[in-house]
């Protein structure tokens, strides 16, 4: 079993729909999750961080972390043709001293 | 200013050939890794530097030897290339608070290296 499992896509969605990208973890002791954009050819950018069961928000992103579940998600409302990327799920377990564990990301394509 | 620079960003070279990337971060941070990012993008770490003690070091052939001479600078030097070692490394850092890392890593831009 994968440490980190995303679905690898491509999701496609049209313009102005909301993107769910979901992630499951193996590790349950994890404590820190990432969502990460990475353009092709780019380098991968943190979009969002979470730490507690719950939604966590910031502007057209919400988080969603399901610990008992090992289940973190990624929704992406209003979505825009720049938003077409790879979106890389990243989970910092308990063990392993500051490493992140990365998914192999999904591809996400908004069609105008 | 860029937080996170790699050097060289592209890299091609002969098979059998010894290579280095560069690698420096002026955050501040206090840990640095290398990743290397396959054909699938799968992001698989390589090593890890915290505070120039290497904490990280997983399955990765002795070929492969980082270097950090300070907490702002992670070299990497490949000995002997082979095709297999084509991919994207990536740089980066990050900073700890109280054992949680809250802010993820910081990228640099990665370097494509090409095994010819």
């Known amino acids: 079993q994968k440490e980190v499992e995303q679905n690898s896509g491509p999701l496609s969605v049209p313009e102005g729909a909301i993107a769910s990208l979901n992630c499951t973890y193996s590790d349950r002791g994890s404590q820190s999750f990432f969502w990460y954009r990475q353009y092709s050819g780019k380098s991968p950018e943190l979009i969002m961080s979470?730490?507690?069961?719950g939604d966590k928000e910031d502007g057209r992103f919400t988080a969603q972390l399901n610990k008992a579940s090992q289940y973190v998600s990624l929704l992406i409302r209003d979505s825009q043709p720049s938003d077409s990327a790879t979106y890389l799920c990243a989970v910092k377990g308990i063990t392993g001293f500051q490493k992140l564990v990365f998914g192999t990301g999904t591809r996400l394509l908004v069609s105008p | 200013d860029t937080a996170v620079s790699q050097t060289p960003k592209y890299l091609v070279t002969q098979m059998g050939n010894d290579k280095s990337i560069k690698c420096e971060q002026n955050?501040?941070?206090?840990?640095m890794y290398w990743y290397k990012q396959d054909s699938k993008k799968f992001l698989k770490i390589m090593f890890s530097y915290n505070n120039k003690e290497l904490i990280i070091n997983e399955t990765v052939p002795n070929r492969f030897s980082p270097k950090s001479p300070d907490k702002a600078h992670l070299n990497l030097h490949i000995n002997s290339l082979e095709l297999g070692d084509s991919a994207v490394y990536f740089c980066?850092?990050?900073?700890?608070?109280?054992?949680?890392?809250?802010?993820?890593?910081?990228f640099g831009s990665g370097t494509r290296l090409t095994v010819v």
């Open positions: 979470i730490y507690s069961n």
């Open positions: 980066a850092s990050s900073q700890d608070r109280g054992g949680q890392m809250y802010y993820g890593y910081t």
């Open positions: 955050l501040g941070h206090d840990t």
